[in-house]
């Protein structure tokens, strides 16, 4: 069965061009479809199939498309903000395209690990507390560790304000450094359950989510595609069991 959309929508949806810009680009003969000059922007075509050029480059369609980021310090975890930098404002000009945001966030002082998607279901799966997908986050702490806290975290810590937060996973990796694994994602759960152990988070780096690892070669602000291995994994939790 074909896959039949709207020229100016397709184009629309894998780039950063308006859907007036499209019009205005059709009718002075820069689109082409199959190596023919098409100069109506609202024909049906098949982007499964069928061939785009737009001023002569080839459009690459993909329904969805999925990235990781590796986040640094001072970006908001949103896709716009009228006062500070997004990590949507780190997407470069080649992998950009509309209606783009991240599948949850980091806290604008947390670095790591950031998937950059436009398929809602997917973000939706992967946030679900129910999915069991666990987030991976090292922390270094402002004191060292007591020696209490995997216990503490491991049957559910409750946050100062009454909340009861799910049992996480916790391993104590340097005298002042843990990490820690939850499936939820709560407002600054992690700095909040280390705060309910007297505890202050200096540094927090999201490393995993499911499977998925952060890429080392990834610096902070870079982004890369997913490969669809590598989408998969997140929704692997096998290692993961609290």
């Known amino acids: 069965m074909k896959n039949l959309q709207r020229l100016d929508k397709v184009i629309s949806t894998q780039t950063s061009y308006s859907r007036k810009e499209i019009k205005s680009l059709a009718k002075q003969g820069d ?14 075509i098949d982007p499964d199939t069928d061939v785009v050029t737009v001023c002569s480059e080839k459009i690459e369609y993909k329904q969805y498309v999925y990235y990781m980021l590796n986040k640094p310090k001072g970006v908001l975890s949103a896709s716009n903000d009228k006062s500070a930098p997004t990590v949507i404002d ?4 080649s992998l950009y395209r509309k209606n783009l ?3 949850g966030r980091l806290d604008k002082d947390t670095t790591g690990l950031l998937i950059i998607t436009d398929d809602g279901d997917y973000a939706h799966r992967m946030l679900a507390p129910n999915k069991k997908v666990y987030k991976h986050y090292i922390a270094t702490l ?19 304000d009454g909340t009861v937060c799910q049992k996480a996973y916790f ?41 998925l690892k952060l890429d080392p070669a990834l610096e902070y602000g870079q ?10 994994a997140v929704f692997d939790s096998k290692n993961d069991q609290i």
Request: aromatic share 4%; proline share 2%; with cysteine.
């Open 171 to 211: 391993e104590k990796i340097g005298s002042n450094r843990a990490l820690v694994k939850i499936c939820e994602g709560k407002f600054h759960q992690v700095k909040k359950m280390f705060s309910a152990c007297s505890h202050t988070v200096v540094e927090l780096e999201r490393v995993q989510i499911g499977e």
């Open 223 to 232: 982004v890369r595609e997913l490969t669809k291995e590598e989408r998969e």
């Open 31 to 44: 689109i082409c479809v199959n190596s023919v000059v098409c100069k109506q922007s609202d024909v049906k």
């Open 101 to 103: 945001f991240p599948a």
């Open 142 to 160: 402002e004191n060292e560790l007591t020696g209490q806290e995997k216990e503490q975290f491991e049957n559910g810590i409750v946050l100062n």
């Open 90 to 93: 780190l997407i470069p000009d």
